[in-house]
């Protein structure tokens, strides 16, 4: 009889203990109360945003007396938003690039925004079109990023109007020694679509149509057209059985590197890679990416990181307060430009900091024909398929073939 | 856990008598059962919540089942038995058993919820703006207490400054002078209404965002706390067709349950789906389709292969390396078995991702150091070879090791009797060691066959599958069904669950054939030299 009192007496302690050392966690069991007078907004960004926007989210807390959780999420955040948010667990905000949308408007993962007119003119036009996602808009932008040339001065005192302007002076310093690379532009064993883009856009390349009011229109796939196909024959003139400036042995990890070493006089690559540059102590200028001769101009994709709405969030009223009443001020923009430089998409951010920044008014330059990076989701379809052909052809193989190929592949995920 | 049971099992063989060794042993007893108490309460409240019942029963009954047994004093062999037979259970059946029966379903981006999920999504999205309607600044107030009285949205009109009241009823413009507005339009108080605080409207935030304040145009909506606006939902769930109809059109999706999507009359379908049974599809896709089936056999043959060069490569050499430093005759032997013991060390994520610089055509150390030019990821030949190296590379202070190991385990005796009868030393070892060595390091063979036959971070770091052929961009030439299937469900072309799920299945089910035959094999060797 003892014993048998003792055993309740011990399960009655462990299960309280454990009970309410598992409600702070964050699964809150029902018997929790819920932390200060008004609920808990979780939002979720990748490291560096998310060190950035804890200031800003402790202000909103207090000005509306709830706790605020800034969860920085360090790798392949759309996945692990989209999963965490199907099992109720996600964020009630989630900071990502704007093209995730169509994923993500998919499976139900973020709710429209409705912003005033006044919110949207302060709005860059073109950040504002990139989160309109069939005539809704899904986040609010805060920050445009897109690919421009970063050239080593001291190599190349002229920044090149052509691609062949490009090559022929890479070459020059190659013959002299001075470099040993005509262009940093990451391509890797399995190619890499968004750096190639502007060189494809230039040759005539174009990989989704436009329906009448300029929404991309996913039933007109580019990939395999005679257009594309004419693009990727002058890609392929730039490969490793051409000229030598696209080489699979330039990589992700590498191109930026490889630069700042000296070893190549320009680099195709975005506001990100500035930070580096500067630590190298080299003479750089920034311009926007050159175009074929007698080509169309070239267009980069235009990224925007984005502040959502998570659809399935616990507390819906204050991220929607977050994001639309509270990230629509210049000061948050500010801040998250302090913590990693790219062009702020509020006007009113932007024009603030431009005139501390030299690069950045030449980032936006850069990005004046800059198309939007599709939301769609068939994008997604695109990516994979499309590096693979571009690796191909790269490396010196047909075309054609390779981007039957990807089309063919493209499709086949489309529809299925 | 021993010691109890230990102390138990003498009552329970031994006729039944007085129990021995009493309090201590019930004390551990009832530690070890309080967190299984624990953890089945911890479990149970979300259960509740979400109204598995099912579920809850199955937990109930373990929980019950586990008290019992270890709280009565028959059982014995039950009670070494359980806590193993639980984990094998939910480690791993369940997994298994979750991963087959997703292969049956269309689980994949776009099919991800149910189908009322899907409705919820589809009725959210298509809410828009009047066009030219008021952008109204909101105050939440409520008639009652603040926590729990009836909402109601106070809603100001920045152009004419007039203060409506709404409810889910409707809308009522309050004379003027019955509310008091700030400079920024929110109303700080009005007769009859307490203005919640910022706290006290975030804590029934749900609530506000389900009020809807019906108006003749639309209805008023919150957008957060302090704004709300006139919208009209486009599209809405008609139960009668079950379809998805367009007010503004009159256009209907209608709702297929085979392929778990809205789909109009003329075949357009709405993006948000759920998730449905397919039965064999996915396997028959596996199968039938041309552009999946061709390419399937030939990474299946490869991964074999690398499967089978990466463990035969690592075991030869670890076992050379074990065969030269068992020798006495060797000097220096601690220096060199540590030296080889270092790429264990190593963690081979990093290494791996080191190793694929090295293989780097222009900037790596291989080409660099021997003066080459060899285009290493970019030929299929010798992608497939330096993924082999690198295996080796990684593997075989592992084989030494355990070489090492079962070499010191064999009598010296053996192989001097050998010697004595006049062996050379190459036939002592063939015909006395190594059969020897084989009875002890087959099993560790076919676990680390199986083991490479799904080594994911080899390919997935150094190659990631490359070189692709220009006509096939789905299967790489170093591809392994495990990197193949990886893509296939969270590769950059939108998650495939399902379709992942079958091809994991083909996987299991080549891993145990292979691992079943070999056990077979094994133990039949077993016999002859033991």
């Given at each position: 009889m003892r014993t048998k009192a003792i055993t309740a007496i011990a399960l009655i302690a462990l299960a309280a203990g454990c009970s309410s050392s598992g409600g702070g966690?964050?699964?809150?069991?029902?018997?929790?109360?819920?932390?200060?007078?008004?609920?808990?907004?979780?939002?979720?960004?990748?490291?560096?945003?998310?060190?950035?926007?804890?200031?800003?989210?402790?202000?909103?807390?207090?000005?509306?007396?709830?706790?605020?959780?800034?969860?920085?999420?360090?790798?392949?955040?759309?996945?692990?938003?989209?999963?965490?948010?199907?099992?109720?667990?996600?964020?009630?905000?989630?900071?990502?690039?704007?093209?995730w949308i169509g994923n993500l408007v998919q499976n139900g993962a973020v709710d429209p925004v409705q912003l005033t007119a006044a919110q949207q003119e302060g709005i860059a036009p073109n950040a504002l079109k990139a989160v309109t996602f069939n005539g809704q808009v899904y986040g609010v932008p805060y920050a445009t990023e897109n690919l421009a040339l970063i050239r080593n001065t001291r190599l190349a005192p002229e920044a090149p109007a052509t691609v062949e302007d490009l090559v022929a002076t890479g070459k020059k310093l190659q013959s002299q020694k001075k470099a040993s690379e005509i262009l940093c532009l990451q391509v890797g064993q399995n190619g890499d679509a968004y750096h190639l883009y502007p060189f494809f856009t230039s040759a005539g390349g174009y990989l989704f149509g436009r329906t009448a009011n300029g929404d991309y229109d996913p039933k007109d796939l580019g990939v395999g057209k005679p257009a594309s196909i004419a693009a990727f024959e002058k890609i392929r003139k730039l490969g490793e059985k051409g000229d030598g400036a696209l080489k699979r042995s330039i990589t992700v990890e590498n191109s930026i590197a490889t630069f700042t070493a000296g070893k190549c006089a320009f680099l195709v690559s975005g506001p990100w890679a500035v930070t580096d540059v500067k630590k190298a102590k080299i003479a750089y200028d920034v311009s926007p990416v050159p175009g074929f001769a007698g080509g169309k101009p070239a267009q980069p994709f235009l990224g925007v990181q984005t502040f959502y709405v998570a659809a399935k969030g616990k507390n819906k009223a204050l991220a929607q307060e977050f994001v639309t009443n509270y990230v629509t001020t210049p000061e948050l923009a500010v801040a998250l430009y302090r913590a990693e430089p790219r062009p702020p998409a509020l006007t009113a951010a932007f024009d603030q900091v431009k005139g501390t920044d030299p690069d950045l008014a030449k980032f936006v330059d850069a990005g004046k024909n800059a198309v939007p990076l599709p939301a769609v989701p068939e994008m997604a379809t695109i990516w994979d398929p499309f590096g693979k052909a571009e690796s191909a052809v790269i490396g010196g193989a047909d075309p054609r073939t390779a981007l039957s190929a990807a089309a063919k592949t493209i499709s086949g995920q489309i529809t299925s | 856990m021993t010691a109890v049971l230990e102390r138990e099992t003498a009552p329970a063989v031994a006729p039944r008598g007085p129990r021995r060794g009493g309090a201590r042993g019930r004390l551990l007893t009832v530690l070890l059962l309080g967190p299984v108490a624990a953890i089945a309460l911890w479990a149970a409240f979300p259960l509740l919540e979400q109204g598995h019942w099912i579920a809850l029963g199955v937990l109930a009954a373990a929980t019950a089942g586990l008290f019992y047994l270890y709280l009565s004093p028959r059982h014995v062999p039950a009670k070494y038995l359980v806590p193993g037979t639980l984990f094998l259970l939910v480690f791993q059946l369940f997994p298994v058993l979750y991963t087959a029966s997703t292969a049956f379903t269309n689980f994949s981006d776009g099919h991800r919820g149910d189908k009322r999920d899907a409705v919820v999504a589809i009725q959210t999205a298509s809410v828009t703006r009047v066009p030219g309607s008021a952008e109204y600044v909101l105050t939440v107030a409520t008639t009652g207490d603040p926590a729990t009285g009836p909402l109601s949205f106070l809603v100001t009109d920045p152009a004419t400054g007039r203060v409506s009241a709404g409810t889910a009823g409707g809308l009522r413009t309050l004379p003027p002078g019955e509310a008091t507005v700030n400079a920024a339009g929110r109303v700080t108080a009005a007769a009859g209404y307490t203005v919640l605080t910022g706290g006290q409207a975030a804590a029934r935030g749900r609530e506000i965002t389900g009020l809807v304040v019906p108006t003749a145009g639309g209805a008023i909506r919150s957008q957060g706390l302090t704004r709300a606006?006139?919208?009209?939902?486009?599209?809405?769930?008609?139960?009668?067709?079950?379809?998805?109809?367009?007010?503004?059109?009159?256009?209907?999706?209608?709702?297929?349950?085979?392929?778990?999507?809205?789909?109009?009359?003329?075949?357009?379908?709405?993006?948000?789906?759920?998730?449905?049974?397919?039965?064999?599809?996915?396997?028959?896709?596996?199968?039938?389709?041309p552009a999946v089936s061709g390419p399937f056999a030939r990474t299946l043959i490869w991964n074999l292969i690398f499967a089978l060069a990466s463990t035969g490569g690592t075991f030869v050499l670890g076992l050379g390396c074990a065969l030269a430093l068992h020798s006495s005759r060797m000097r220096g032997r601690g220096l060199y078995r540590t030296l080889l013991v270092l790429p264990y060390a190593m963690p081979s994520f990093a290494?791996?991702?080191?190793?694929?610089?090295?293989?780097?055509?222009?900037?790596?150390?291989?080409?660099?150091?021997?003066?080459?030019?060899?285009?290493?990821?970019?030929?299929?030949?010798?992608?497939?070879?330096?993924?082999?190296?690198?295996?080796?590379?990684?593997?075989?202070?592992?084989?030494?090791?355990?070489?090492?190991?079962?070499?010191?385990?064999?009598?010296?005796?053996?192989?001097?009797?050998?010697?004595?009868?006049?062996?050379?030393?190459?036939?002592?070892?063939?015909?006395?060691?190594?059969?020897?060595?084989?009875?002890?390091?087959?099993?560790?063979?076919?676990?680390?066959?199986?083991?490479?036959?799904?080594?994911?971070?080899?390919?997935?770091?150094?190659?990631?599958?490359?070189?692709?052929?220009?006509?096939?961009?789905?299967?790489?030439?170093?591809?392994?069904?495990?990197?193949?299937?990886?893509?296939?469900?969270?590769?950059?072309?939108?998650?495939?669950?399902?379709?992942?799920?079958?091809?994991?299945?083909?996987?299991?089910?080549?891993?145990?054939?292979?691992?079943?035959?070999?056990?077979?094999?094994?133990?039949?060797?077993?016999?002859?030299?033991?």
């Open positions: 966690g964050d699964k809150p069991g029902p018997g929790s109360s819920p932390p200060a007078a008004g609920g808990k907004l979780v939002i979720w960004g990748d490291d560096k945003r998310a060190a950035a926007l804890k200031p800003f989210a402790d202000r909103f807390g207090q000005e509306n007396g709830i706790t605020v959780e800034v969860q920085a999420i360090s790798k392949d955040q759309q996945t692990t938003f989209v999963t965490a948010s199907q099992q109720g667990s996600g964020p009630d905000v989630m900071v990502g690039a704007h093209d | 606006y006139e919208g009209r939902a486009g599209r809405a769930y008609d139960e009668g067709c079950d379809c998805i109809r367009e007010a503004a059109t009159g256009r209907t999706w209608t709702a297929d349950d085979s392929r778990g999507a809205f789909i109009a009359a003329d075949g357009d379908r709405l993006a948000q789906g759920w998730r449905v049974g397919v039965g064999l599809a996915n396997f028959t896709r596996l199968i039938t389709d290494m791996l991702l080191v190793w694929r610089d090295m293989f780097n055509t222009d900037f790596g150390l291989i080409n660099n150091l021997f003066g080459l030019d060899v285009d290493w990821f970019g030929g299929a030949a010798s992608a497939r070879i330096a993924v082999i190296l690198v295996q080796l590379w990684l593997g075989y202070p592992y084989m030494f090791l355990v070489a090492t190991g079962a070499l010191q385990a064999i009598p010296a005796e053996l192989s001097e009797a050998s010697k004595l009868d006049g062996a050379t030393p190459w036939q002592s070892l063939r015909r006395v060691t190594l059969p020897l060595l084989l009875v002890a390091l087959t099993p560790l063979l076919i676990s680390s066959f199986a083991f490479n036959f799904n080594n994911f971070n080899a390919i997935y770091l150094t190659t990631d599958g490359a070189p692709f052929a220009a006509d096939n961009p789905a299967n790489g030439a170093t591809d392994l069904l495990i990197t193949y299937t990886y893509r296939l469900a969270f590769g950059g072309s939108g998650a495939q669950y399902g379709f992942a799920a079958a091809v994991s299945v083909f996987i299991f089910v080549i891993v145990a054939v292979i691992s079943v035959v070999s056990f077979r094999r094994t133990r039949r060797q077993e016999e002859v030299y033991s």
